[in-house]
């Protein structure tokens, strides 16, 4: 069935430093790939999202492309703020009806 | 506020025991997911309802049911609980289908001991 693989965290960055967070999925057919954040005791929150390949999703200075060829949805951001530390979820959606999450990200960025 | 309300926020119940979780979604979103989150397995996927009736089954165990009522609120039914069932329960809504965003609640937490 569908998954989504991301990398295990956790993640720790000074500010102003460069983000990579890797996500690969496995589906039939063509997915949507989207990115979620979870702040501390909320739900989660879409980020972005991408619907066909080549298309690069961005927002709040995060982005990710999707890359067909190597079945990947990287979310990247140049420069992270405290104010990022946060849960990242990969997750892909093949009909419509269900969306599948990866195991999630934690990162916390220092002062 | 994502506009989803989930109650109770904390359940704590002993093995054995049934419970219900409910969810009313975001005014105009007809589709209701219902989510598990714990620890060592992460964002399960359970059950999707659109306008009423199911769409969608993940990892839903069969001591779970769930079904979204004609005002669009939706319920989790979890019974003969056992310790691996605590979690945190998400619901989310939506207007359509997983095509448009999806608005999680901010969960119930079930602690089974």
């Known amino acids: 069935g569908d998954s989504v693989t991301q990398m295990e965290g956790p993640v720790t960055l000074s500010e102003e430093a460069f983000l990579t967070i890797n996500c690969t999925y496995t589906a039939t057919g063509y997915p949507s790939l989207f990115w979620y954040v979870q702040y501390p005791g909320e739900g989660l929150q879409l980020l972005l999202k991408a619907t066909k390949a080549d298309d690069k999703g961005s927002n709040k200075g995060f982005e990710a492309t999707y890359r067909k060829e190597t079945t990947s949805f990287h979310l990247e951001k140049g420069s992270v703020q405290v104010s990022d530390s946060a849960v990242y979820f990969c997750a892909l959606s093949s009909n419509n009806n269900d969306m599948r999450f990866g195991a999630g990200t934690r990162l916390t960025v220092k002062p | 506020d994502s506009g989803v309300t989930q109650t109770p926020k904390h359940l704590i119940t002993a093995t054995g025991q049934r419970v219900t979780l409910r969810c009313s979604p975001r005014s105009g979103d007809l589709s209701v997911y219902w989510y598990q989150q714990s620890l060592d397995q992460g964002l399960q996927f359970l059950i999707h309802?659109?306008?009423?009736?199911?769409?969608a089954k993940g990892n839903i165990l069969e001591r779970f049911s769930a079904q979204q009522f004609p005002d669009l609120h939706s319920e989790l039914n979890l019974s003969s609980l056992e310790l691996g069932d605590s979690a945190l329960y998400f619901c989310?809504?939506?207007?359509?289908?997983?095509?448009?965003?999806?608005?999680f609640g901010n969960g119930t937490r079930l602690t089974v001991t």
């Open positions: 989310a809504s939506s207007v359509w289908d997983t095509s448009s965003p999806l608005h």
């Open positions: 309802y659109y306008n009423g009736e199911e769409r």
